[in-house]
């Protein structure tokens, strides 16, 4: 076999094989490897990239809504011996972080009190109860939609300030014999046996019988409805209540603004 082998004519080599080997010997690349282009990454499906961006939506909605949000109604300490009848359940006045927690928008609530009562949304709101007074706490207005609340006041005196995050909302308070329209202000909604009176010590309120035309009230001055009247009279504001809305409009600047 060895003999036969050496018997054999050795093949002719390429010189341009050869000068190319010598090459890739020398500088250790032997002709490198072959350059592979990687594959695409799969496309996601298309209900995968629809979950993902309704997702992604709601979570936006759920944030703007909680943003929205008005400060919740707080009741401030007070010094006076009773209760506040919310709901139907007796809490005395003293106890202002339980009152807190069971204040909701909405709440029927009767002030069974010595003194008058405080609730406060910071920045919006603030709004004082008198003794015996009976009211349907309002929602607070959102910072930029659901701007429009509603209350209503079933009997006694409900005294109300704005703050300055209030600029742009609208609270209408109702009575069995009106409506009162408020859009930046300090009044008194007083609903009595006889009807209902409206005091407006700063800014103004738009007073509207069941059945009648619009009464614009401004500073300084009242607006009284008559039990069945369809029309409104207007006068200067009750004596006592000037320095009461007074009062309660320099103590809650701190809080309002």
């Given at each position: 076999m060895t003999e036969r082998l050496r018997s054999v004519t050795p093949p002719s080599v390429d010189?341009?094989?050869?000068?190319?080997?010598?090459?890739?010997?020398?500088?250790?690349?032997?002709?490198?490897r072959p350059h592979i282009v990687p594959a695409p990454p799969p496309r996601p499906r298309r209900w995968i990239q629809w979950v993902t961006a309704g997702s992604a939506a709601a979570a936006v909605v759920i944030a703007v809504t909680a943003l929205?949000?008005?400060?919740?109604?707080?009741?401030?300490?007070?010094?006076?011996?009773g209760n506040l009848i919310v709901n139907g359940a007796s809490l005395p006045v003293r106890d202002s972080s339980e009152l807190t927690r069971r204040l909701r928008p909405g709440s029927r609530m009767k002030l069974e009190s010595d003194q008058e009562l405080e609730l406060v949304s910071p920045g919006l709101l603030?709004?004082?109860?008198?003794?015996g007074a009976e009211i349907i706490l309002p929602?607070?207005?959102?910072?930029?939609?659901?701007?429009?609340?509603?209350?209503?006041?079933?009997?006694?005196?409900?005294?109300?300030?704005?703050?300055?995050?209030?600029?742009?909302?609208?609270?209408?308070?109702?009575t069995p014999e009106a409506s009162v329209r408020?859009?930046?202000?300090?009044?008194?909604?007083?609903?009595?046996?006889?009807?209902?009176?409206?005091?407006?010590?700063?800014?103004?309120?738009?007073?509207?019988?069941?059945?009648?035309?619009?009464?614009?009230?401004?500073?300084?001055?009242?607006?009284?409805?008559?039990?069945?009247?369809?029309?409104?009279?207007?006068?200067?504001?009750?004596?006592?209540?000037?320095?009461?809305?007074?009062?309660?409009h320099d103590r809650m600047q701190a809080v309002m603004n």
């Open positions: 010189p341009a094989f050869r000068d190319r080997l010598k090459m890739d010997f020398i500088s250790g690349s032997f002709g490198g929205n949000e008005a400060p919740r109604w707080t009741a401030l300490p007070s010094g006076g011996t603030a709004l004082q109860l008198s003794p929602y607070a207005p959102g910072r930029w939609f659901g701007r429009a609340s509603r209350a209503s006041v079933v009997g006694g005196s409900l005294r109300v300030t704005t703050g300055r995050h209030f600029s742009g909302a609208r609270l209408a308070i109702t408020v859009v930046g202000t300090t009044l008194a909604v007083i609903s009595e046996p006889a009807g209902t009176c409206v005091c407006v010590l700063e800014g103004t309120a738009h007073v509207r019988p069941r059945r009648g035309g619009v009464t614009r009230v401004s500073s300084g001055t009242r607006c009284e409805v008559s039990r069945g009247a369809r029309t409104s009279r207007v006068g200067d504001m009750r004596d006592a209540e000037r320095p009461k809305l007074q009062d309660l």
